[in-house]
Nanobody, 127 residues
Framework: QVQLVESGGALVQPGDSLTLSCYAA????????RAWFRQVPGKEREFVAV?????????NYAGSVEGRFTISSVNDGNMILLQMDNLTQEDTAQYYC???????????????????WGQGTQVTVSS
């Protein structure tokens, strides 16, 4: 089992930057993919970004955040970060950290790809 706890959500203004953190505990050696999703009320949870691998890593981003968001990990992969720049109101959502034990090039953007989830942290972008 892997436990994930997010932090860093806040109320910010358009154009601001914010970094979300996700601390992983438990059988973290099982993690191969580390991802962020987000969800607004009434909509499905959507993929934001994924970090694939351990020693050597690669990333994928949703088109809506590419160039503005950066996913990374520190502490031997047990802390997963999401640096968010140039935030817009459309980025307002509950953000969730997720971890999986494998990587599928065809399905990494689906929630079913990930076995472990955090409880979420709220990001609100408003002037």
């Amino acid at each position: 089992q892997v436990q994930l706890v997010e932090s860093g959500g806040a109320l910010v203004q358009p154009g601001d930057s914010l970094t979300l953190s996700c601390y992983a505990a438990g059988r973290t050696e099982d993690m191969y993919t580390r991802a962020w999703f987000r969800q607004v009320p009434g909509k499905e949870r959507e993929f934001v970004a994924v970090l694939v691998g351990n020693k050597v890593t690669s990333t994928n981003y949703a088109g809506s955040v590419e160039g503005r968001f950066t996913i990374s990990s520190v502490n031997d992969g047990n802390m997963i970060l999401l640096q968010m720049d140039n935030l817009t109101q459309e980025d307002t959502a509950q953000y969730y950290c997720a971890a999986g034990t494998y990587y599928s090039q065809n399905y990494y953007y689906l929630t079913s790809h990930y076995a472990y989830w955090g409880q979420g942290t709220q990001v609100t972008v408003s002037s």
